[in-house]
């Protein structure tokens, strides 16, 4: 850790730094307001019930010392609260002297109530002196200059209170010596603090100026991606529009499967180009995903209705709806995709014929969609990396069907900007279990 003994914060670092510690004072300020209030009315409350005199010698003259600080720190947290509550009301200069005058006094309390115990002849009376100088000297956070005018108005006004109530000429000398240590080591902490602070600041700044700066180089990446996208679009959407009007002209049988074969490719090919772009949109995290209560009844019913008129591998789609309408508070259109997502690949991984089953669950506080196949199953040594980006765990369908591994990371991405999980549970040979769990708006 840097320490800042005798120099000031670099500026390029100031404002945050003073921004952040002002408010921080304040709110220190408002705690130990807070504080010596309780403390002093306690002693104030309780005096004709406990013989303080017995234990302070010196608390009958202490006393009025007590009551004067019990009413300085209700204004004083009075004042801490309105500046907390407004803090543009105030500006930064005068929360810094705010938070030096309470620091001040404080200080100041402890000193003068050391030395009317003095006076009494209470010779620990020195320890509520060291008590103040080490509490704000761990608590404040103060500027140098701040810190070097404090310690001049202490010594100022330990030095003359100490030749008004300590007469023995000796014994005053040598508590100048130990009031002075006092304020050095004081010096010396809060310097200390000061420069934890610091570096936390610089810290904190560096951390934040990193991050500007990747989430600036994956916007610039998005953006290539997208104009490398387009550029890789128009040349297949060229050659599928020629198949479509080579497919017009009356093609032989064999020519008409290469045709096919062409549109398929294409159509391939623009997933590929979707899923790579839809991926590192998905890992920025730049699109703001709206979120609203969602009828998950209604929408599981639908992506079922849908998936029975466009499946074509013999696959059954069974659907298990709770009596219960349950609300989920997610995104409608994402949902759906990374539903649909699911389905998809349990058809590409398991025979036709076979059953998937779609379980919509709710316990009250999450709500559960379960997509269930029959199929081949993934491995266990690579199930932990299924929702990796181009993951090594992607492999070709039962079918033959291609997959470059990032169905499974965007869909992942998705529900977690939904905030919400997905795990997955499978056995080989057994089939493979996707379940996804979502907040829930209301069960009825």
Not at 77 to 92: D, E, H, R, Y
Request: with cysteine.
């Amino acid at each position: 850790m840097q320490v800042f003994l005798f120099n000031s914060i670099p500026s390029g670092y100031w404002k945050e730094y003073i921004d952040n510690t002002t408010n921080i004072n304040v709110q220190l300020v408002r705690l130990v307001a807070y504080i010596v209030v309780a403390t002093c009315g306690l002693f104030v409350v309780t005096s004709p019930f406990v013989d303080y005199q017995h234990f302070i010698p010196s608390y009958a003259e202490q006393r009025s010392i007590l009551i004067f600080c019990a009413i300085n720190a209700i204004v004083i947290a009075v004042l801490a609260s309105f500046i907390l509550k407004k803090p543009t009301s105030v500006g930064i200069v005068w929360k810094r002297v705010f938070s030096f005058y309470f620091s001040c006094s404080l200080i100041l309390t402890t000193l003068v109530a050391t030395l009317v115990g003095l006076a009494a002849h209470v010779q620990l009376s020195i320890v509520i002196f060291l008590i103040g100088l080490i509490s704000v000297a761990s608590l404040w956070s103060f500027e140098l200059l701040e810190i070097l005018l404090l310690l001049i108005i202490i010594a100022v006004v330990m030095h003359v209170g100490l030749q008004i109530t300590i007469t023995n000429h000796l014994q005053r000398n040598l508590l100048l010596v130990i009031g002075y240590i006092h304020l050095l080591a004081f010096f010396f902490i809060n310097r200390w603090i000061y420069s934890y602070r610091v570096n936390q600041t610089i810290q904190l700044q560096h951390i934040k100026r990193k991050n500007q700066e990747i989430e600036r180089a994956m916007q610039a990446r998005v953006n290539m991606l997208n104009v490398v996208a387009h550029d890789l679009r128009n040349p297949i959407n060229a050659i599928d529009s020629i198949t479509n009007v080579l497919e017009n002209l009356a093609p032989t049988a064999e020519q008409d499967e290469y045709l096919k074969m062409i549109g398929i490719s294409c159509q391939k090919a623009r997933t590929i180009i979707d899923d790579i772009v839809d991926a590192a949109r998905t890992d920025a995290s730049f699109e703001t995903i709206l979120l609203e209560p969602v009828n998950m009844n209604a929408l599981m019913v639908d992506v079922v209705a849908a998936w029975q008129l466009q499946m074509k591998t013999g696959h059954h789609i069974v659907l298990e709806n709770p009596t219960k309408k349950v609300i989920a508070y997610t995104n409608k259109a994402k949902l759906t995709r990374v539903i649909d997502n699911l389905i998809s690949n349990a058809a590409k991984f398991s025979q036709d014929g076979t059953t998937i089953t779609l379980q919509l669950q709710s316990d009250g506080y999450t709500t559960q969609v379960a997509i269930k196949d029959q199929g081949v199953g993934i491995a266990p040594e690579t199930l932990p990396f299924v929702f990796e980006r181009f993951t090594k765990a992607s492999r070709d369908g039962v079918r033959g069907e291609k997959s470059i591994g990032l169905g499974l990371h965007i869909s992942k991405q998705l529900i977690e900007q939904m905030h919400g999980t997905i795990t997955v549970n499978s056995t080989v040979g057994v089939g493979t279990t996707f379940t996804i769990s979502l907040p829930v708006a209301a069960v009825t």
